[in-house]
């Protein structure tokens, strides 16, 4: 299986891609649209993992010339700002899921093999390594979203601190302080056994 990912959060792209690659999907990357449909005209992916928010552009634009280059290609966009409005307008457009992101490549994992063998949905999974470093498949962590959320403003204000403060209604040193404790990777639970 192949696929195309497509995010300008480029270290998202890359942890996301090194465990697909673990997990024996192969997947190529892009960062733009036009980097993306030139991607995709090349290797014909069996699906693609695309943004919402690329950017300046919408992920939205991508799915028809997406579906065009193959007709069967899975089509997941991916946004960390979900909306219903959203949702809808990418399904009208011809996106097969919507997801929240950040989505974990077991996430991933599940919702290409539910479609691709039949299996049913809750399956159990390969086992992962022990230096995987996304989030569970089920439930992405507060502290996650809360970084995702900041970097999105972040990114709209042009990286200017005081004004991502203001846009998200909180004092610049408790931005500062967010900053400093960006994420890692997530504990996994002891088990038993």
């Not at 086992?127 to 995702?148: A, F, G, Q, V, Y």
């Amino acid at each position: 299986m192949k696929g195309l990912l497509v995010d300008d959060d480029t270290l998202y792209l890359d942890a996301l891609r090194r465990a697909l690659t673990r997990r024996g999907i192969e997947c190529e990357i892009a960062a733009d649209p036009a980097t993306a449909l030139a991607v995709a005209t090349r290797i014909a992916p069996d699906f693609a993992l695309v943004d919402l928010k690329l950017g300046d552009a919408s992920g939205l634009s991508l799915i028809e010339p997406l579906r065009a280059i193959r007709a069967d290609m899975r089509i997941l966009l991916v946004t960390g700002y979900a909306s219903i409005a959203t949702a809808v307008e990418a399904i009208k457009r011809g996106a097969d899921d919507y997801l929240p992101k950040p989505v974990s490549a077991d996430t991933l994992q599940r919702i290409l093999l539910d479609t691709e063998t039949g299996t049913a949905p809750g399956a159990p999974l390969p086992e992962r390594d022990e230096d995987d470093t996304l989030e569970s498949p089920t439930m992405i962590p507060l502290h996650r979203l809360e970084w995702e959320h900041i970097q999105q403003a972040l990114a709209e204000t042009g990286g200017n601190i005081s004004a991502t403060a203001r846009l998200l209604g909180m004092h610049r040193r408790s931005l500062q302080r967010k900053l400093a404790k960006r994420p890692g990777p997530e504990r996994r639970p002891p088990t038993d056994g």
